[in-house]
């Protein structure tokens, strides 16, 4: 059975989504891609054939079944190593549609292109050294992106300076590395490249440098993946009215009756350049009714499981004894909590208790939909407002964060080795492990069943 890692093959897939459309691209990669675009594609005009035409220009001509026309398009030939999977690529044009776009795809198949498997054009360009391993899960992230934020974060100028600094940081460990063993294997000659003096500041300054870069994780991670949030509080104070104003529609039923949301609501929205992984509950309260009781029961398990809690609170009357239940349940909770005193258009009663609980607390009225400062607050809490995204080089990945905070913890105990007179070849040692570490961190060294798994989340065509 052919495998995502038997190379040798040409592939081909639909690289635009499916469905009705202008126009629907069919890429091929590999190294018969050129000789099975000229068995499917006949250039109009009596014009060389794909293989022999300029790179990357547009050839116009007859897209083939068996020898008979089934469309019209345009074919661009790329060249290996100048093309995005680093192999020989040919992308065809052709008119938009599911039949169409189907038969064009089984067409290149029968000139002898394999199907691609999902992310394996990107597999092969990471493999081909066109892209780095950080850079394709950032590409990852692009085609996940549901706001400016996360595309600023995907974009390409965003990869390549965090490839950028990731290399810088790599070269840096290496000369260290060099001059510890210089020191070592000559210690009577001058034959390294810094003192010891000169070696203890690189070091210092590699730690802070490391330490800048490892603070962006929490932007990165958030911005990346979202904030898992739960939106909890007694019977109707405004729990599902706050959902729908998030989602920017009527999601969640909103009546006055007490218990209306029994079950679980969920989706994924952005608050300002925040995606929250939102849940609407329900009611906190007991009750009699079994099936409103299974309900309270999964607030309370999600609650726990949350990062950021939205407390709702009905501003507009006193609080009841259901709400300083909810306060005393949400002390020393380990997800940040944000107090929302909803319906501020009905008046405001005392909060005081509120205010003395949380120390972040927002008005609004989610019948008025004024969201801003809750936005704010928000991302006061998740980001850090001096990085700038798209613009600095941010760590976004769980498993490129872990491996930098590795190497990290290897770089200071190689300083503090130093600093302590502790022998040279214990520190080298030390060193040469962090060097592993940011190479792990940046896709240089990593394991064939993280990059299986990194891939596996990209969509066929990619």
Request: charged residues 25%; hydrophobic residues 40%.
């Amino acid at each position: 059975m052919t495998t995502m890692t038997d190379f040798s093959r040409t592939i081909a897939a639909i690289a635009t989504p499916p469905g009705k459309g202008g126009v629907a691209v069919i890429r091929i990669s590999g190294a018969d891609a050129f000789r099975v675009a000229d068995k499917c594609f006949l250039p109009a005009y009596g014009e060389e054939p794909l293989s022999k035409r300029p790179p990357r220009s547009a050839v116009r001509g007859d897209i083939l079944m068996d020898g008979e026309k089934i469309d019209d398009g345009l074919a661009f030939c790329f060249p290996a190593p100048h093309s995005y999977t680093g192999e020989n690529t040919v992308e065809i044009s052709c008119h938009g549609g599911l039949l169409i776009t189907r038969t064009v795809l089984e067409a290149v198949l029968a000139a002898g292109a394999s199907l691609a498997e999902a992310g394996e054009f990107t597999r092969r360009a990471y493999l081909n050294g066109t892209l780095t391993l950080t850079e394709a899960e950032a590409i990852g992230n692009l085609l996940e992106a549901t706001n400016l934020s996360q595309i600023r974060l995907a974009s390409r100028e965003s990869r390549n300076r965090l490839s950028r600094t990731l290399a810088e940081l790599h070269d840096e460990i290496v000369l260290l590395v060099s001059t510890l063993y210089a020191n070592i294997d000559y210690p009577e000659e001058d034959l390294a490249d810094l003192t010891n003096e000169e070696l203890t500041a690189r070091l210092s300054a590699l730690s802070e440098r490391m330490e800048a870069l490892r603070k962006t994780y929490r932007t990165g991670r958030t911005i990346a993946a979202g904030v898992s949030t739960v939106i909890c509080g007694r019977p109707n104070v405004g729990k599902s009215s706050l959902y729908n104003l998030l989602c920017c529609e009527d999601v969640a039923i909103v009546t006055e009756i007490a218990g209306t949301t029994r079950d679980l609501l969920e989706r994924t929205v952005s608050l300002g350049d925040i995606p929250l992984r939102l849940c609407d509950t329900a009611g906190l309260r007991d009750t009699d009714d079994r099936v409103e009781q299974i309900g309270v029961e999964r607030t309370r398990a999600r609650i726990e499981e949350s990062e950021l809690v939205l407390a709702v609170f009905d501003s507009s009357v006193p609080l009841t004894e259901e709400d300083r239940r909810l306060i005393a349940s949400l002390r020393g909770a380990s997800a940040a909590v944000i107090a929302v005193l909803n319906k501020t258009d009905l008046g405001q009663a005392d909060m005081t208790e509120v205010y003395a609980a949380f120390p972040h607390v927002v008005s609004l009225s989610a019948k008025e939909g004024n969201s801003g400062a809750l936005a704010e607050t928000v991302a006061d809490l998740f980001t850090d407002g001096n990085i700038r995204v798209g613009q600095d080089a941010i760590l976004f990945g769980v498993r490129q964060y872990a491996a930098f905070s590795r190497a990290l913890e290897l770089v200071n105990s190689t300083l503090s080795a130093l600093r302590e007179g502790i022998p040279a070849d214990v520190a080298a040692s030390e060193l040469e492990l962090a060097l592993g570490a940011l190479s792990e961190s940046d896709g240089r060294a990593v394991s064939e069943e993280i990059v299986d798994s990194i891939f596996s989340h990209f969509c066929i065509g990619k």
